[in-house]
């Protein structure tokens, strides 16, 4: 299986200048660093003790903050990698000023460009996040005795059903880590059924705060809420801002003063999401820093990455997106930190734990229909709930995460 795997890798870097001309055009790609992914290194690896985090996106990224901050502080290690296969998730650790991490486009995972980055970072740990699974990535590191982690490690019923199809080679591949933490319990079960050989279930590193996010305190945004009822849909994703509109449309005829915020996932969307609304006759307004709404928008449509602290601390009312169409859901958890209260639709398969708990502590409510989701908004929008109970019950949780979480990478 590896074979054909490593003839897919090599066809794939063949056919790749094409690929990335297209991304480039499509904005999806850097046009100076995407050389990065071809192991050309643009940073320098420092003298010392270096750690490499790897996450496919912004939230394996934004999950791994609270530990890179932690890493900061330790005099024992000298250096932080972090790399990641997306344009925005490079951005995201802007925000914060970590002067320890360095920020590279993941190779692509062929034997002889692995090698080469591996051999020029070095790392003394590596930690691949939620899913990412290379197998020419794990074969060297295993190879090199480069200590690997599975972090926050998560296997759906899906992708077990496919590495379980491939068992020769999955446990050739999972029996390789040296440590694994799965972020839930199903993904526990399945991992074990994997031979993982050293299995520890701590928690989600997602209940835990980030206690550096910065918050761009928008004056000017703040004043204008204070005359609006104001709810949020946030990470959503294709058809599901058409519903948000839908909503909207019908709850303005009780709230006049409605204004609806829409985070899309991808923001890439933006434009096509303005377009769509406005065409069913809803007023738009793209958000930028400092800019004041004008009178009469319905839709306040945010087109940047790493805001959604600022929206979560000034609205309390959020839709979690990727749950009204087959996607699986989003992570709640930031908006619970923030004070949030939630609502999803039925497709919540990726964080099914995490629901359960909040549906249990009555911050999470589900809606299976547009008309459903608008009488949750109609209870929402009409009372003021407070959920700061279940906050300190999340930062507790969280913290005890954090610390246990750097007490096995240590020991490993």
Known sequence: MIIIYRFLINLLIIFSPLIIIYRIIIKKEDKKRFIEKFAFSSRQRKIGNLYWFHGASVGELKSIIPL??????????????????????????????????VHQFFPIDSNFIIKKFINYWKPNKVFLIDSEIWPNLIFFLSKKKIPLILLNARITNKTFIRWHFLKKFSEQIFTKFNLCLPANLESKTYLKELKVKNLKYIGNLKFIKNIRENINDNKKFSEYLKTKKVWCASSTHENEELICGLAHKNLKK???????????????????????????????????????????????????????????????????????????????????????????????????????????????????????????????????????????????????????????????
């Open 254 to 412: 009780k709230y006049k003063n409605l204004l609806t915020v829409i985070i899309p996932r991808h923001i890439n969307r933006v434009s096509i999401i303005k377009n769509n609304l406005e065409k069913s006759g809803l007023r738009v307004q793209i958000h930028k820093k400092e800019n004041k709404i004008q009178d009469g928008i319905d839709i306040y449509l945010v087109s940047s990455y790493g805001e959604t602290a600022l929206f979560y601390n000034k609205i309390k009312n959020i839709f979690m997106g990727g749950s009204l169409v087959k996607h699986g859901g989003q992570n709640p958890l930031e908006a619970i930190r923030y004070g949030c209260r939630i609502i999803n639709g039925p497709f919540i398969s990726n964080f099914k734990e995490i629901y359960d708990y909040l549906k249990k502590e009555r911050i999470s409510y589900q809606a299976n229909s547009l008309t459903k989701l608008i009488k949750i908004l109609d209870k929402f929008l009409s009372n003021s709930l407070k959920t700061n109970t279940v906050q300190n019950k999340i930062r507790i949780i969280g913290n005890e995460i954090l610390e246990q979480t750097c007490n096995e990478i240590k020991k490993t």
């Open 68 to 101: 890179l901050i932690k890493f900061e502080r330790d005099k024992t290690i000298n250096q932080v990698l972090v790399t990641s296969n997306t344009l925005s998730s490079s951005k995201i650790l802007k925000n914060y000023n970590l002067k320890k991490v």
